[in-house]
């Protein structure tokens, strides 16, 4: 049995791929930094949280973006608003 030497793709879940949309929004706000934007109207608080962490790839690394969240009905939904302070 003859074998290849590469390295295994990227893990995805089916249908998505978040970090390019997110990608897209962190350079964004980049290009002004320190200043509030609304990246999501159906967001979670979750969402947030992870920017703030750096749990979010694109929002690396920690520390370098802000991140909050607010309610917007009942069910959980929230907007979620985000600025870039630098590395």
């Known amino acids: 049995m003859e074998i290849s030497f590469q390295k295994p793709p990227a893990v995805t879940r089916p249908g998505r791929n978040p ?4 990608l897209l929004i962190a350079e ?13 109207e159906e967001g ?3 969402t947030a949280a992870r920017i703030r962490t750096g749990r979010i790839s694109a929002f690396r690394p920690k520390g370098a973006f802000e991140a909050t969240a607010r309610n917007t009905d009942e069910q959980g939904r929230c907007q979620v608003f985000a600025r870039y302070v630098g590395a």
């Open 44 to 46: 979670h608080q979750t």
């Open 19 to 22: 970090d390019t949309k997110y």
């Open 28 to 40: 964004q706000l980049k290009t002004r930094p320190n200043e509030w934007a609304l990246i999501l």
